[in-house]
């Protein structure tokens, strides 16, 4: 593991708070009424956290994913945009997965997308929330872990394509070898 990395959720805090995140998504649907959803995950960053809710959600459920993007070819935040193509979610109810909720744009791009395609009611769960003091344009019905305002990696956050492999929840800095000096 690179020097510059602090863990901050461990795996096995992510699998016990997920499992409970699952049940609570299933109380959700049954309470509304929902008998079957269908999963939108975004590619790439939310692979861990949507294959933990399926292996652990009893609701019945059909999967897809979508890619979207929030940075420009310079790597830079920029506008989110689809990269490839849409699923089809029309009539359906809608479980949207993604890693971190830090603006909201690209959950709320997300969203709007789902609805012109026709989702009937779209959910949202997110590994992470982050505290950053910004207004943000959706909220989550669903949440893992709530974190202070620092750059995430692991469990599927990257940083530039780098840790998302890495099983726990890292806060990166470049100030951490530095520190411990």
């Not at 960053?45 to 399926?54: C, P, Q, S, T, V």
């Not at 305002?149 to 726990?168: H, T």
């Amino acid at each position: 593991m690179p020097e510059n990395l602090e863990i901050v959720i461990g795996p096995d805090s992510i699998k016990n708070r997920v499992k409970e995140v699952a049940r609570a998504i299933d109380a959700r649907l049954l309470s509304d009424g929902v008998k079957s959803i269908s999963i939108v995950w975004l590619r790439e960053g939310a692979k861990y956290i949507a294959a933990d809710i399926l292996q652990n959600i009893a609701t019945p459920c059909d999967v897809h994913s979508i890619k979207i993007s929030s940075y420009g070819a310079d790597g830079k935040p920029d506008k989110p945009r689809l990269i490839g193509g849409m699923c089809r979610i029309a009539n359906s109810h809608v479980l949207l997965i993604d890693d971190i909720l830090d603006t909201g744009a690209t959950a709320k791009f997300a969203i709007d997308l789902l609805r012109h395609s026709g989702a009937r009611k779209i959910y949202t769960c997110f590994l992470l929330d982050k505290d950053n003091g910004i207004s943000k344009p959706v909220s989550a019905d669903f949440v893992c872990f709530v974190v202070d305002n620092f750059f995430a990696v692991g469990y599927g956050l990257d940083s530039g394509g780098i840790n998302r492999d890495l099983m726990g929840i890292f806060r990166k800095s470049e100030n951490l070898k530095q520190d411990a000096k």
